[in-house]
């Protein structure tokens, strides 16, 4: 068939076809319009515009309005003022422009709406005790932890009775706090109801239980459970490895406390392979050691122990000590010596001055010939850097001993003695020593107007000294007789020049 046939043909065919009409309902299928059964209340008709009002206030919220959002909920509130979900959203905001009075109210309302509301309750008591008010966050934590829907939120339920912990520990209720603690751990300790209900990992679920069940020791520990501290601070070990070397140290003091010395010698020797700052694991040591019948092993130890760890300036003292108490002075000496060319501080004065201290005579000789060569030179006599850098370095020494001095009247008094038959017999002293010596002497209660220093300070060994003994100690010479200005805070009268 040739193609203007086939068109033909179909044009025919469409022709014959009738047209379609669009389909009619019925008169009778029409729906009715709605007519209420009765006439909506004066409350219903505001509850539906506190409904509008409350997603308008949303939607302020959304764009940053809060302001708005405020003013917005607050008149959906005065609508219907037992909205719980209205007073919720007012919380957030309220806080956000410091209405801290307001939020709190309206976490009430909303508690006294829904008191089944845990979320809102726990944000009631984390505000509470922002605001320093324990007794009643206590009382909301303990509404909150009640709650039987609580269960199904692990999270929560964790935080709340860890924060409910802390309260009855600040407030002396160890035994509740223990039982708030324990709760904690139990939810910590299947951690697959928090792996599927929020953003944790196992590692975070895991360290965070190490560090409750560690202050869940320390509460019983300050409680007098020992036997359950070491449970917990050894179920701490085994979930966190990195702070099994630190919590070794409390159960060596446990053991220690408990009169085992084994275990505690065992547990502390763990600690010290990380190399701790501080000397209480090793004073520990040398004391368990001791109870043991070890005290050669002690002395030994503690010579590898600073020699693996040659910066460790307490540990450095540490031997010093023991060297002294086993009467190796040399050895302190060296120490000291080592020290202070490396880091002069007061400590290690102090160790330097108790040294001396059992030479008597001769060891406080020793103190004052050091302490008149620092000030001595700490004057800076010319502009040459090496000369400025030793007066520096030299002054440094000297505000170390004499914060040493301050707290050792005894040495003190070895001192001043020294100082007066050194005086008396021509050797001189510098000013400044003088000067500092006398502060010593008051510092100490070393004054004593019987006793006033010799002639020999300002005029010679033949003369009658007329001046205290302060004023004695800050002469500057012969020929320049003053009183310091300690003499003259106290009222005592200018020492006059002495004849012949």
Known sequence: MSLSLRWCATVALLLAVPPLHAQTAPE???????????????????????????????????????????????????????????????????????????????????????PGDFTTGYLYARQLRALDRPKEARAALLKVVACPELKDHPDLRAQACFDLGLLHEADGKLDKAERQFREVVAILDNPQALLDQGPYSREEIVAQAAETY????????????????IDAFLAAQKRDPLRAARLSYNLAELYAGQDKPREALAKLNEYLRTQPQGTEGYRLKIKLQRSLGRDADGLPDLEESSGRDANNTGLRLLLAQEYRTAGRRVDAERIYAELLRKSPGPEVYRGLFDLYQDEGGRGAARALIRLN???????????????????????????????????????????????????????GLAFRTRSVLAALAART???????????????????RPRCTA???????????????????????RTPRRPTG
């Not at 302020?60 to 809060?66: G, I």
């Not at 309206?106 to 508690?111: E, H, I, K, P, Q």
């Not at 009247?409 to 001043?416: E, F, I, S, Y």
């Not at 302060?470 to 003259?488: K, V």
Request: aromatic share 2%; proline share 5%; net charge positive.
């Open 28 to 114: 009778g299928d029409k729906p009715a319009r709605h007519v209420p059964v009765r006439v909506p209340t004066r409350q219903e008709l505001d509850h539906q515009e506190a409904l509008k009002l409350y997603g308008l206030g949303l939607i302020q919220e959304r764009d940053n309005r809060l302001v708005e959002a405020v003013r917005t909920f607050e008149q959906a509130l005065v609508l219907d003022p037992e909205g719980a979900a209205i007073h919720k959203a007012l919380i957030p905001l309220y806080l956000a422009i410091d209405r801290t009075e307001d939020a709190l109210n309206s976490c009430r309302r909303a508690l006294a709406i829904d």
């Open 214 to 229: 560690e202050r869940l020791g320390r509460l019983c520990l300050n409680a007098g459970h020992t036997g359950r501290a």
């Open 373 to 427: 060569a620092a000030l001595k030179d700490t004057d800076i006599k010319t502009k040459e850097a090496a000369e400025v850098e030793r007066a520096q370095a030299q002054a440094t020494q000297a505000r170390a001993m004499l914060q040493a001095l301050r707290d050792d009247p005894a040495l003190v008094k070895g001192m001043l003695e020294v100082a007066r038959d050194r005086l008396g017999a021509g050797g």
């Open 445 to 463: 209660d070393q004054l004593t107007p019987r006793r006033s220093c010799t002639a020999a300070a300002w005029a010679g060994p033949t003369s």
């Open 470 to 492: 302060a004023c004695c100690w800050s002469c500057p010479g012969r020929t320049s007789i003053r009183p310091s200005s300690r003499c003259a805070s106290r009222g005592s």
